[in-house]
């Protein structure tokens, strides 16, 4: 069973560069999510989807942006890495958004802007 | 801004004990959930409750939320090495967020 799954796992960036993170469920979501994750701050929400062809700003948008072409896979891009943006990234999906749902995460990338 | 706090930040206790850990919130949320995230992988699932005063138990652990839908905790009795990990709470909001706390990073030291 895939679930969630990201690439790249661990990717390292000069600070201005580009690049993407890819997400992909097997699993007919309607929801995915992007997370960020640093130490004492739990997971922060950067962007959502409810369905194909929509996004939602999170907590922490700025410096982030996300397609979703497909309803399988929900993209987060880094146009100018920062330095700030290092961090540990979770892509999540859900059935719906209606509590109790299951959120599945995918294993995490690790990002180091230097 | 909804905010959930978590406590303790960080346990360490010998296998055998026993154990408490708790999200508060001033803000009430529609459900709470649980999640067991250890090293290097996602957060895994461990519970969700909805009702005001529920309690629910998964074989050694018992999660009940509070009456007002503003906290909650966990209890592990007799924790094991396997119980190792992060354990983060996540509040649903009204506005169909999931907003998670810190975390609590428990060891338990065979």
């Known amino acids: 069973n895939a679930g969630v799954t990201q690439t790249p796992k661990f990717r390292v960036l000069k600070t201005g560069q580009s690049m993407t993170l890819l997400c992909a469920q097997d699993?007919?979501?309607?929801?995915m999510y992007w997370y960020r994750q640093d130490p004492g701050m739990g997971l922060r929400l950067i962007h959502y989807s409810v369905g194909e062809g929509t996004t939602a700003k999170g907590e922490v948008p700025d410096g982030y942006n996300v397609s979703r072409l497909k309803k399988q896979n929900f993209l987060l891009g880094l146009e100018s890495a920062a330095p700030s943006q290092t961090s540990v990234y979770f892509c999540?999906?859900?059935?719906?958004?209606?509590?109790?749902?299951?959120?599945?995460f995918g294993e995490g990338s690790w990002l180091t802007v230097v | 801004t909804q905010l959930l706090e978590q406590s303790p930040q960080f346990l360490s206790i010998q296998e055998g004990e026993n154990l408490t850990v708790y999200c508060n919130s001033s803000?009430?949320?529609?459900?709470l959930q649980w999640y067991r995230q250890e090293p290097g992988e996602g957060p895994v699932l461990l519970v969700t409750v909805v009702t005001g005063g529920e309690v629910k138990k998964l074989k050694r652990l018992t999660f009940q939320f509070g009456d007002a839908r503003k906290d909650s905790s966990l209890h592990i009795t007799a924790a094991q090495p396997g119980d190792t990990g992060l354990y983060l709470c996540a509040g649903k909001t009204s506005y169909d967020k999931v907003i998670f706390g810190p975390g609590t990073s428990l060891s338990v030291i065979p």
């Open positions: 999540a999906s859900s059935l719906t958004g209606n509590s109790g749902n299951t959120i599945y």
């Open positions: 699993m007919n979501h309607e929801y």
């Open positions: 803000s009430v949320f529609s459900s």
